[in-house]
């Protein structure tokens, strides 16, 4: 009989913790899957869209995480209509899949200034491409970067829910709740 | 001035090809980028969800690519109301990110009788679970694996478009589409 390396997963408050502590971890260490989530979002469509973000901040007692994006981008544009959004990590070391659930705030403009200007200028280059991202062009480098703090946007997410898979010896999965307090439930994988 | 590695990314015919080599990469290798995609769906509350899933089939020629699943999963439930699907692969040694959308037929039941002839005995474990996937048991292991022939499906995606972003000494990022027998676009990254 073989000891599970990872026996906080077979505790729903060690899970939870450990998954926000990778989450954290996403922030600060730019090699930690955490840093690189897939976003999902629905079009006007409604079609899911998926693209990879890079997670900026994590607040477990808040529970929220914040992207940076232009406020031209069609995820914006997406979450304006439904802000209900999906963010989903793979950690191949912890085996671990966390799926999020999260409504999401668009703040930009005098609200993220303070944020703004602590973004390093190598960053900004991110924000204010023109023509706009997505924008058809002719020619593949057709377009020039203008950083503009009016393209700056930050999505707060305010994480309702995980799920939460864990791939062991035997396969584990867990769900939390906002609304139940975070004290989780187990689920058939 | 350096020349870029990866010539593939300026010419969208090449790099076209090299998405869909890549996709076929993901089926054959298992340490392979494609070989875990993302696929997001929408619920009936039209919200977005997101989860790993395993490429098992990718043909360039007609456009389609295969997962497997447990019938019995959101995930199908989800796309017997809305069929679209996105599918995102980030691969990192390429640096290149590949978003689907694609169209899913669900086939199970006789359809898929000769594909779950072939699928091993211990990936069948993954389709029988009781009870079902997703469902509250009272502890974490409160479940038994069943393999059953009635419960896998197969989700054959008809890709509708590409969205293609690579990350380059310049960021280059193309568009395809079905609908114009995938020749191109450029976009703004």
């Given amino acids: 009989m073989t000891t599970d390396p990872q026996q906080w997963a077979a505790d729903l408050s060690l899970l939870h913790a450990q998954v926000w502590a990778r989450l954290i971890r996403g922030v600060n260490d730019r090699h930690a899957p955490a840093r690189h989530p897939t976003l999902a979002t629905v079009t006007a469509d409604g079609a899911p869209q998926a693209r990879t973000v890079v997670l900026r901040a994590a607040d477990a007692a808040a ?26 990590i793979w950690d191949s070391g912890a085996h671990l899949q966390t799926r999020i659930t999260a409504r999401v705030d668009i703040l930009s403009g005098p609200a993220v200034a303070d944020l703004w200007s602590r973004v390093p200028d190598a960053s900004r280059q991110s924000y204010g491409t023109q023509p706009a991202p997505g924008q058809p062009i002719s020619a593949a480098l057709d377009y020039e970067k203008r950083p503009d703090a009016n393209s700056f946007a930050v999505l707060r997410c305010h994480v309702q829910a995980l799920d939460v898979l864990h791939l062991g010896p035997s396969h584990r999965r867990a769900r939390f709740d906002r609304a139940d307090g975070w004290s989780g439930i187990w689920l058939a994988p």
């Fill in 63 to 88: 529970g929220t995480l914040d992207l940076h994006t232009d406020l031209r981008s069609a995820k914006v544009t997406e979450l304006m209509r439904q802000p209900l959004a999906a963010l989903h």
